[in-house]
Structures are given as structure tokens and as C-alpha cells.
């Protein structure tokens, strides 16, 4: 399993500003995923990201809101754009496929 | 409809029981079965996975799919305090990498 880390562990923002997520791998994947940990909610897959090539955005979530960038095969950016509090969540990075996934620690955001 | 149910709960156990966690599903598509295990503010961890149909065992932890029922099961043996979590099932089809996530079962287990 691959090792995966995430900055910042958490925050504090206020609305309307930007907040960029950090993912960094310690070994070269292919694909990563963002996805959403709302309270009392799934965890929700916001996008695919693979080196370079653009980010594919599943239903509900827009490039203009979670601009994701990969630079590189270890590392991964998603930024949550204008927050409000409805945006207020746990974001987590994952590598793998279609049955091992490998989850980061996850950036507890809280939007006030 | 969710495509995956979860119970909640929370379930909490004595030290030493055999805990059952279970999900349906509804899309009959889905081949791939996880089992993960979050630990508060911690991201998920895998513990199994299962394909298709069938048992699959792995020291304490049984995962079981009955795709014929849309049902499937996780079941903890000599239930421990550190088992004390909240196990999220994960399903897939197979042709992309998308997971879908139940919403968790939160599990106590007391000492």
C-alpha cells in the first residue's frame, strides 16, 4: 500500500476565500482522487486526476469550484474556491483502482 | 434512493462479541466489495475487499456477498476495544475507479 500524506491537517477559512490541499505520494501512481466527507454523509468522489491530462469532475462538482492540478506521478492539489459553509468538510486524497483505494489522512476544513 | 445503505447506528458490544455490519445496494452492476475502517480523524483504512460473490476471511474479519440479495456483510470476531471505529462499506463495478461509500456504521466496543 502506498503512503500518503496531506496538507494542511486542517483549517479555519472564511468565506469567500480559496484554500489549496496538498496531496503527496510516496511512490509514482497514475491516478489520484479527491473526494468529501460531509458530517453524516458517504464519502463522496469529487475527481479524477491524472498526470497530465485534465481533471475528470463527476456530477455535481465543477472545475471553476475544485481546480485540482498534477504536476508530477507523487503529488496533487485541490484547491475549494469562493468557501462557503456548505463547503465545510473532511478532504481526502486516495490512489489506487477499482478495489484498492489508499486513503490519506484527510483536511478537516471548517468555513465560517 | 442511495445506491448503497448503511446502518449508522451506533453499535456498541462488550469486549470479546461478534459484531455484524451490514449494507445493501441496489446497483446490480457493482463486482467489487470493500470493507474500510476509520479510526476518528483518521482517513479510511482498507481491510478487505471481496469480488463478486462468496466469503472471504482474514483473521478476525469475515466479509460475505450475496449479490443475488444485494447484501453485504462484515463480521468481527472476538470484538476488541481497539475495533472501536466506523466501518464504511465501498462497492465498485468494475469499469472505472469510482467507489461508492455507504455512510458509515459507528462501532463501540467496551472493555
Known amino acids: 500500500s502506498a503512503v500518503i500524506s496531506q496538507k494542511p491537517s486542517r483549517d479555519i477559512c472564511q468565506r469567500g476565500t480559496s484554500l489549496t490541499i496538498q496531496c503527496q505520494v510516496d511512490?509514482?501512481?497514475?491516478?489520484m482522487f479527491w473526494y468529501r466527507q460531509q458530517p453524516g454523509q458517504s464519502l463522496t468522489l469529487i475527481a479524477t486526476?491524472?498526470?497530465?491530462?485534465?481533471?475528470?469532475?463527476e456530477s455535481g462538482f465543477v472545475i471553476d469550484k475544485f481546480p485540482i492540478s498534477r504536476p508530477n506521478l507523487t503529488f496533487s492539489t485541490l484547491t475549494v474556491s469562493n468557501m462557503s459553509p456548505e463547503d465545510s468538510s473532511i478532504y481526502l486524497c486516495s490512489v489506487g483502482g477499482a478495489y484498492e483505494q489508499y486513503f490519506g489522512p484527510g483536511t478537516r476544513l471548517t468555513v465560517t | 434512493q442511495k445506491e448503497v445503505e448503511q446502518d449508522p447506528g451506533p453499535l456498541s458490544v462488550p469486549e470479546g462479541a461478534i459484531v455484524s455490519l451490514n449494507c445493501t445496494y441496489s446497483?446490480?452492476?457493482?463486482?467489487?466489495f470493500m470493507w474500510y475502517r476509520q479510526y476518528s480523524r483518521k482517513g479510511p483504512e482498507l481491510l478487505m475487499y471481496?469480488?463478486?460473490?462468496g466469503n472471504k476471511e482474514d483473521g478476525r474479519f469475515t466479509a460475505q456477498v450475496d449479490k443475488s440479495s444485494k447484501y453485504i456483510s462484515l463480521f468481527i470476531r472476538d470484538s476488541q476495544p481497539s475495533d472501536s471505529a466506523t466501518y464504511l462499506c465501498?462497492?465498485?463495478?468494475?469499469?472505472?475507479?469510482?467507489?461508492?461509500f455507504g455512510t458509515g456504521t459507528l462501532l463501540a466496543v467496551q472493555p
Open positions: 465501498a462497492m465498485n463495478g468494475g469499469a472505472t475507479n469510482k467507489l461508492i
Open positions: 446497483n446490480s452492476a457493482f463486482q467489487y
Open positions: 486526476a491524472n498526470q497530465g491530462s485534465e481533471a475528470t469532475y
Open positions: 471481496t469480488y463478486s460473490s
Open positions: 511512490s509514482q501512481v497514475t491516478m
